[in-house]
Each structure stands twice: as C-alpha cells, then as structure tokens.
C-alpha cells in the first residue's frame, strides 16, 4: 500500500541551528511530494512541492528540500531556525497518476528553545 | 492561491448534536475536499465534493454521518451528525487539484 513514513514524532532544535525533517515514501513510481506545516490553531500551508527536474527544492520561509529517489526520500531542511518556526511539519504525497488521494505522513512536531 | 475562510473556528457541542461547518472561498474552484484530523493525528481525508454532484466518500465516511453540501463554486459546508466524542477532531476543508491544494484554518470540534 502506497504510504508516507515521518520517523521522527518530535524533534527539539535551537535557535539558530539547522534542521532536517525526514519524509520517506512507499509508491510504485515517484509520486508528486509536498511539504506543509500547520502552526498552533492554524490550519495547514504548503511550503514547497516536488513534481519533477531539480531534485533541490526550494520553499516559503527558507525552506528547502531535497528529492532522492534511490532513499525514496524527500527531506525538509533549512539552515537557520527561527522561534516562529516552531510548528507541526506534514510530509504528503500523491500518485501522479490515477485517482489516488492525498497522503499525508503522521507529522513531525517542530520545538524551538532559545 | 485562494483564500480560504472556514466557520466556526471552533465549537464545543454534546453528544447527539449536529454542527455544520461553512467552508468560504474568495475565487471560484472546481474541487473542494474535507478533512479530519484527530488528536494527535495526521489528516484523513472524508470526501471531495465538486459543484453539482454528489459528494465522494472515502472508506469509512457514509453522508449520513457526514452530509455534504456544494452549492456553487465558493462555498461548501460539511455537517457532522449525531456527534459522539470520538468526532472530536479538527475539520478542515482544502481546495484546488487532486495533486495540489491549499487549506483552510480549520474547526476544532469537542464534543463532551
């Protein structure tokens, strides 16, 4: 069954410091990839998505990630965290063909200490 | 993308009620999906609804449980019927493609 795995539930960072989510995916071919965070009480925004081309994808709020098809990965990173940064961080995918639906990964809870 | 506007933001209601949460687009879009995300929890998607046809469930969802409503091309609303505590979710509702969509605030439901 096609899934997306986020292994990490909660990760604590500091400010400044740099970050990486993780996001592995289970489908038969490449699916299309989506990042989205959901701020406290707030409902979910994209960050930045991978169709095809540049495996390096950039993003709002300094966000980049990085496709590796041999990892079946898609990565989250940014170089410098910033307080406001903390949030939920969604992994989602889709079949890029068919009628599949959106799957979402379980989240990763983003803590920042100062 | 559009902006997305969704109503009530948040309510706490008793088991055996029924809540309809609104769902307000600013431009007009073919398809509009809902969500639920429970308590820790990642979102599960309930149905699509486009304009003029019926709502599509997903396994697990039936209309009666979870009427849909699509009047035109910026709204839709969404009733959660019969409320027992375990629908005590968030509730959101996205819009655009099957491959790309953007997300309401969404409504945080308690039902005691």
């Known amino acids: 069954a096609q899934s997306v795995t986020q292994p990490d539930i909660h990760i604590t960072v500091s400010e400044g410091a740099s970050l990486e989510l993780r996001c592995n995916y289970s489908y038969g071919a490449t699916p299309y990839l989506f990042w989205y965070v959901q701020s406290p009480g707030q409902g979910l925004q994209l960050l930045l998505k991978?169709?095809?081309?540049?495996?390096l994808v950039q993003g709002i709020k300094g966000f980049e990630a990085e496709f590796k098809r041999s990892q079946s990965s898609f990565n989250l990173r940014k170089p410098s965290v910033h307080w406001s940064d903390a949030a939920e961080y969604f992994c989602a995918a889709i079949s890029n063909f068919g009628n599949e639906k959106l799957t979402f990964g379980t989240g990763t809870r983003l803590t920042i200490i100062p | 993308s559009a902006v997305i506007s969704q109503k009530p933001s948040r309510d706490i209601c008793q088991r055996g009620t029924s809540l309809t949460i609104q769902c307000q687009v600013d431009s007009q879009v073919t398809m509009m999906f809902w969500y639920r995300q429970q308590p820790g929890q990642s979102l599960t998607l309930i149905a699509t609804a486009n304009q003029g046809s019926e709502a599509t469930y997903e396994s697990g969802f039936v209309i009666d449980k979870f009427p849909i409503s699509r009047p035109n091309l910026t709204f839709s609303t969404l009733t959660v019927s019969n409320m027992s505590p375990e629908d005590s979710s968030i509730y959101l509702c996205s819009v655009g493609s099957r491959v790309e969509q953007y997300f309401g605030p969404g409504t945080r439901l308690t039902v005691t």
């Open positions: 991978y169709f095809s081309g540049d495996t």
